[in-house]
């Protein structure tokens, strides 16, 4: 499985944006997709997890409500709808896959260590 990531920028504060990630391989659309940043000086933390349906997601508390995440299995693509940015949400995000959860998220989604491939990075930058 390979994934790439896409849709970083510089926005402003209370901007929206899309990040896409697009995977290949015969098991991307079974897998479990979550995404993850970082920001400079700091670990990479969970945003949030799909699972291959689309039927279970689960989000960082500091997300809740902001960021929605979405797939559409046909494009082998997931999405990260982010809204109301803050400065806060500045980082590098990245998107990764389960591909060992069959219908769930996984057993510790928010933990770097439950996914097996990982994209490279997109920048989101905003400004206040």
């Known amino acids: 499985v390979q994934l790439q990531a896409s849709g970083g920028g510089l926005v402003q504060a209370g901007d929206s944006l899309r990040l896409s990630c697009v995977g290949s391989?015969?098991?991307?659309?079974?897998?479990?997709v979550g995404w993850f940043r970082q920001a400079p000086g700091k670990e990479r933390e969970f945003v949030a997890v799909?699972?291959?349906?689309?039927?279970?997601?689960q989000y960082a508390d500091s997300v809740k409500g902001r960021f929605r995440t979405s797939r559409d299995n046909a494009k082998n693509t997931v999405y990260l709808e982010m809204k109301n940015l803050r400065p806060e949400d500045t980082a590098i995000y990245y998107c990764?896959?389960?591909?060992?959860?069959?219908?769930?998220?996984?057993?510790?989604?928010?933990?770097?260590?439950?996914?097996?491939?990982w994209g490279q990075g997109t920048q989101v930058t905003v400004s206040s």
């Open positions: 990764a896959a389960n591909v060992n959860t069959k219908q769930g998220v996984g057993e510790n989604p928010s933990a770097r260590d439950d996914y097996d491939y």
């Open positions: 799909l699972s291959w349906s689309g039927a279970i997601t």
């Open positions: 391989g015969p098991t991307f659309s079974w897998a479990a």
